[in-house]
């Protein structure tokens, strides 16, 4: 960026502070906060609940199509070099091989633009896909065999042999880090917070703790694996994928192959589990690709090792935590800074300072994250990017520096919570963090912690309890759009180019539209996951429902201002307008006078139509420009460590969040759950072991990475606050993954305060506590 253009940004970021609220999208508080509709929080089954328990629910890989061909990829073992030699003979002699495809015969591509270049790009890395012969990291693509059955191209490509010239690559974290640190940025964002100086504060402050934690690589296991179903037709391509960004994969497609973005049509009905893993990879472009040569239909479905190979998942982290504090617990100084691994050819720098910037309030900040270049496959985002990492060191180092000061951790918390945002100085949307810690720490049982290690044991069982904050942004991408259809028997057809990936999107969305209309929710289908539909809307970021809400919003907006103005003379609503009415029993009635009523049935009838459709776009996301808006929360744990063999255990978790209203009971219920255990995993058993010798991941497998299971998942209490943001729509915030943030940290705090041993190196083994 350059200096007039961060004097544009700088301004226009100040006039959107200074800007009347009633100019900003939520300056007026959405009325469906108000309105107590029995649907809103209402625990509402998932609608397509039914259709997957019967199996009636069709994947990404599950589409039959006439002709179809099946891949099968062979990687590199090689982290750095070119392909010297590439004898594919056996392979296209195998039984029922259609043809193998490498960077010598493949369709000449565009580069795919890379993730943050451009509005609409989803490609981790700007590397050419079978384009020439270089490899850039142990386990890149470098063939692909197709099959007229998978079988067959399992096994085909295992008799492609390649040959490689080596060259030097960077594998190991000491080497990377020898070669440079470089300053980096997220979404355009440097990544660097300097108030005062944090370490002069830190030097001359009554306490402090100073320390370095550990988080390592993670991988995505999701149970669906990634996979496609491709079909040329003529110059237009056709995918079915699993995918939480549809438009942006139809654009990005685009863009590699030269043709329109309406040239390319894809869909992903279904998606069991994304977790920022389910972008656009290389495996939908070879597809593409290889469906374009054969001149068929193809399907790739990854094993769960090219999974591994090709997908990237979080970084690993090094991170120093420092914070000084008075006698009182005020913190005088807060410094996090440390480095992330990326590879040469991505952008993604874990931003793991994320929960530092707004959690806490302090004298003074040091927060910055640098970055290393690793030969490695792309890492990208995964669940709580940043925050999840992120609040491990920052919530451990707190409950560090509370036993220095003596004070509870949770009171110290509390001392130290902020009454508008600390680093930028903007007023918080809504913050009741001290209530969820409150109402959290009582139904937990936090009276009965020991304030000191090894106070409580149960046969070979030493017991422990640990609290951590968790912390994710209120995030609304630009992009927002729906498209509504209403019928004279108000039936009502909601198409956005949304996703669903098990979270209950199409439920919550059915529940708000149902009841901003005053329809039944069985009138109200939401439908989605197709890149023909209005929107830019990535299931990432906890965004979906926001993004969601406002295009609702915008198109409601039309709508109704279409029917009064069509269909409302004669009626007891004409002359009224969009903010006058509101929808009750099937129709509309001026919002303060019910008795002033018109179904949509008479309102459609007026207009002469028997349906209306209207689309609406939402508006630039200027509300995160104007207040600091965040989903909060307390997570508790009791941990159990046995004293003979140091085997760590969860005995129970609890979770109090604040997150605005909560719009579906169960399915948020859900959500926070398996947040919280994605966090469990991520504190006890998860990591990717990666070979600083050759780049190799070496546990591509569910063996070898261990994941948790139903064995070691204890009961999971969760409770929210359900206080309305009064400026975000229907008042609510996202919950897709505030859960796993906090967890690890409160698990090690808990296996502190349970055998004295603190493990600032993720993931806590028994090896690191047998001391």
Same mark, same amino acid.
């Given at each position: 960026?350059?200096?007039?253009?961060k004097?544009?940004?700088?301004?226009m970021?100040?006039?959107?502070?200074?800007?009347?609220?009633?100019?900003?999208?939520?300056?007026?508080?959405?009325?469906l906060?108000?309105?107590?509709?029995?649907?809103?929080?209402?625990?509402?089954p998932?609608?397509d609940?039914?259709?997957?328990?019967?199996? !009636?629910?069709?994947?990404?890989?599950?589409?039959?199509?006439?002709?179809?061909?099946?891949?099968?990829l062979?990687?590199?073992?090689?982290?750095k070099?070119?392909?010297?030699?590439?004898?594919?003979?056996?392979?296209?002699?195998?039984?029922?091989?259609?043809l193998?495809?490498?960077?010598?015969? !493949?369709?000449r591509?565009?580069?795919?633009?890379?993730?943050?270049?451009?509005?609409?790009?989803?490609?981790?890395?700007?590397?050419?896909?079978?384009?020439?012969?270089?490899?850039?990291?142990?386990?890149?693509?470098?063939?692909?065999?197709?099959?007229?059955?998978?079988?067959? %191209?399992?096994?085909?490509?295992?008799?492609?042999?390649?040959?490689?010239?080596?060259?030097?690559?960077?594998?190991?974290?000491?080497?990377? $880090?020898?070669?440079?640190?470089?300053?980096?940025?997220?979404q355009?964002?440097?990544?660097?917070?300097?108030?005062?100086?944090?370490?002069?504060?830190?030097?001359?402050?009554a306490?402090? +703790?100073?320390?370095?934690?550990?988080?390592?690589?993670?991988?995505?296991?999701?149970?669906?694996?990634?996979?496609?179903?491709? !079909?040329?037709?003529?110059?237009?391509?056709?995918?079915?994928?699993?995918?939480?960004?549809?438009?942006?994969?139809?654009?990005?497609?685009?863009?590699?192959?030269?043709?329109?973005?309406?040239?390319?049509?894809?869909?992903?009905?279904?998606?069991?589990?994304?977790?920022?893993?389910?972008?656009?990879?290389?495996?939908?472009?070879?597809a593409?690709?290889?469906?374009? @040569?054969?001149?068929?239909?193809v399907?790739?479905?990854?094993?769960?090792?090219?999974?591994?190979?090709?997908?990237?998942?979080?970084?690993?982290?090094?991170?120093?935590? %420092?914070?000084?504090?008075?006698?009182?617990?005020?913190f005088?100084?807060?410094?996090?800074?440390?480095?992330?691994?990326?590879?040469?050819?991505?952008?993604?720098?874990?931003?793991?300072?994320?929960?530092a910037?707004?959690?806490?309030?302090? &004298?003074?900040?040091?927060?910055?994250?640098?970055?290393?270049?690793?030969?490695?496959?792309?890492?990208?985002?995964?669940? *709580?990017?940043?925050?999840?990492? =992120?609040?491990?060191?920052?919530?451990?180092?707190?409950?560090?520096?509370?036993?220095?000061?003596?004070?509870?951790?949770v009171?110290?918390?509390?001392?130290?919570?902020?009454?508008?945002?600390?680093?930028?100085?903007?007023?918080?949307?809504?913050?009741?963090?001290?209530?969820?810690?409150?109402?959290?720490?009582?139904?937990?049982?936090?009276?009965?912690?020991?304030a000191?290690?090894?106070?409580?044991?149960?046969?070979?069982?030493?017991?422990?309890?640990?609290?951590?904050?968790?912390?994710?942004?209120?995030?609304?991408?630009?992009?927002?759009?729906?498209?509504?259809t209403?019928?004279?028997?108000?039936k009502?057809?909601?198409?956005?180019?949304?996703?669903?990936?098990?979270?209950?999107?199409?439920?919550? /969305?059915?529940?708000?539209v149902? %009841?901003?209309?005053?329809?039944?929710?069985?009138?109200?289908?939401? %439908?989605?996951?197709?890149?023909?539909?209005?929107?830019?809307? @990535?299931?990432?970021?906890?965004?979906?429902?926001?993004?969601?809400g406002?295009?609702?919003?915008?198109? @409601?907006?039309?709508?109704?201002?279409?029917?009064?103005?069509?269909? =409302? $003379?004669g009626?007891?609503?004409?002359g009224?307008?969009?903010?006058?009415?509101?929808?009750?029993?099937? &129709?509309?009635?001026k919002?303060?006078?019910?008795?002033?009523?018109?179904?949509y049935?008479?309102?459609?009838?007026? *207009?002469?139509?028997?349906?209306?459709?209207?689309?609406? /776009?939402?508006?630039?996301?200027?509300? @995160?420009?104007?207040w600091?808006?965040?989903?909060t929360?307390?997570?508790?744990?009791?941990?159990?460590?046995?004293?003979?063999?140091?085997?760590?255990?969860? !005995?129970r978790?609890?979770?109090?969040?604040?997150?605005?209203?909560?719009?579906?009971?169960? +399915?948020?219920?859900?959500?926070?759950?398996? &947040?919280?255990?994605?966090?469990?995993?991520?504190?006890?058993?998860?990591?990717?072991?990666?070979?600083?010798?050759?780049?190799?991941?070496?546990?591509?497998?569910?063996?070898?990475?261990?994941v948790?299971?139903?064995?070691?998942?204890?009961?999971?209490?969760?409770?929210?606050?359900?206080?309305?943001?009064?400026h975000?729509p229907?008042?609510?915030?996202?919950?897709?993954?505030?859960?796993?943030?906090?967890?690890?940290?409160?698990?090690a705090?808990?296996i502190?305060?349970?055998? =004295?041993?603190?493990?600032r190196?993720?993931?806590?083994?028994?090896?690191?506590?047998?001391?």
């Amino acid at each position: 960026m350059n200096i007039v253009q961060k004097a544009v940004q700088t301004a226009m970021q100040k006039a959107v502070e200074l800007a009347p609220d009633a100019l900003i999208p939520g300056g007026t508080p959405d009325p469906l906060i108000d309105a107590g509709h029995e649907l809103i929080g209402a625990p509402v089954p998932r609608v397509d609940g039914t259709v997957k328990v019967r199996g !009636a629910a069709p994947f990404a890989a599950e589409f039959a199509l006439d002709r179809m061909a099946y891949a099968a990829l062979v990687y590199s073992t090689i982290a750095k070099g070119r392909i010297a030699t590439l004898d594919t003979a056996a392979a296209q002699a195998a039984p029922g091989v259609v043809l193998v495809m490498t960077y010598k015969n !493949a369709p000449r591509m565009n580069p795919v633009p890379m993730i943050f270049t451009k509005p609409k790009a989803a490609h981790p890395d700007d590397l050419p896909v079978f384009q020439d012969d270089g490899v850039h990291w142990n386990g890149q693509p470098v063939a692909l065999v197709l099959a007229e059955t998978q079988e067959q %191209a399992d096994h085909a490509k295992s008799l492609v042999r390649v040959t490689y010239h080596e060259e030097p690559g960077v594998t190991s974290l000491a080497e990377a $880090k020898a070669n440079g640190l470089e300053d980096t940025s997220f979404q355009g964002e440097p990544q660097h917070v300097e108030i005062g100086d944090a370490e002069a504060a830190l030097a001359a402050s009554a306490y402090r +703790t100073d320390a370095v934690y550990h988080t390592p690589r993670l991988n995505h296991n999701a149970i669906e694996l990634h996979g496609v179903t491709v !079909a040329w037709h003529g110059d237009e391509l056709r995918l079915h994928d699993a995918s939480q960004a549809v438009t942006n994969t139809a654009w990005s497609l685009a863009q590699a192959f030269g043709i329109e973005e309406k040239q390319v049509h894809v869909t992903s009905p279904f998606v069991g589990g994304g977790f920022g893993g389910k972008l656009l990879w290389q495996h939908q472009v070879l597809a593409a690709a290889a469906a374009k @040569l054969a001149g068929r239909p193809v399907r790739l479905a990854l094993s769960r090792e090219g999974v591994y190979r090709i997908v990237g998942g979080r970084t690993l982290t090094e991170q120093r935590v %420092a914070i000084g504090a008075d006698a009182d617990g005020r913190f005088t100084a807060l410094i996090q800074e440390g480095v992330v691994a990326m590879t040469p050819h991505n952008g993604m720098a874990e931003p793991f300072i994320m929960p530092a910037r707004s959690l806490y309030a302090a &004298g003074s900040f040091r927060l910055n994250v640098q970055a290393v270049r690793m030969n490695m496959v792309a890492n990208t985002f995964m669940r *709580a990017p940043g925050e999840a990492p =992120g609040s491990f060191a920052l919530e451990c180092a707190i409950d560090e520096l509370a036993e220095k000061l003596d004070i509870d951790p949770v009171e110290l918390r509390r001392r130290n919570d902020p009454e508008k945002d600390p680093t930028t100085g903007m007023p918080f949307s809504s913050h009741h963090l001290v209530e969820a810690y409150r109402m959290g720490a009582e139904r937990f049982g936090w009276a009965q912690r020991h304030a000191r290690p090894r106070m409580r044991r149960e046969g070979e069982w030493l017991v422990g309890l640990g609290c951590a904050t968790a912390t994710y942004p209120y995030y609304r991408m630009s992009g927002g759009a729906a498209r509504i259809t209403i019928t004279r028997e108000a039936k009502v057809r909601v198409e956005v180019a949304a996703h669903e990936m098990g979270m209950g999107t199409a439920t919550v /969305q059915a529940q708000v539209v149902a %009841a901003r209309l005053g329809v039944p929710l069985p009138n109200v289908t939401v %439908a989605y996951g197709d890149s023909a539909f209005p929107g830019t809307i @990535l299931a990432g970021g906890s965004q979906q429902t926001a993004s969601i809400g406002r295009g609702v919003v915008a198109a @409601l907006r039309g709508l109704l201002t279409d029917l009064l103005r069509l269909g =409302g $003379k004669g009626t007891l609503i004409e002359g009224l307008y969009f903010d006058q009415v509101r929808g009750v029993n099937g &129709g509309l009635c001026k919002a303060d006078d019910p008795a002033r009523f018109a179904s949509y049935a008479e309102l459609l009838a007026r *207009a002469g139509v028997d349906e209306l459709q209207v689309e609406g /776009q939402a508006p630039p996301p200027l509300e @995160l420009r104007h207040w600091s808006m965040h989903s909060t929360g307390a997570i508790f744990c009791e941990a159990r460590v046995n004293a003979v063999t140091g085997e760590p255990r969860v !005995a129970r978790l609890l979770g109090s969040f604040d997150c605005g209203r909560i719009l579906n009971a169960k +399915t948020a219920a859900s959500q926070f759950r398996g &947040g919280m255990i994605m966090g469990m995993g991520m504190a006890l058993m998860e990591e990717t072991q990666f070979d600083e010798r050759n780049g190799r991941v070496m546990n591509p497998n569910l063996s070898d990475y261990h994941v948790p299971v139903h064995l070691d998942v204890p009961p999971i209490d969760v409770m929210w606050t359900d206080i309305p943001d009064p400026h975000a729509p229907a008042g609510a915030r996202g919950i897709g993954e505030i859960g796993i943030t906090g967890t690890a940290a409160a698990v090690a705090n808990a296996i502190y305060n349970a055998c =004295g041993v603190r493990v600032r190196d993720l993931p806590i083994t028994l090896d690191k506590l047998l001391r």
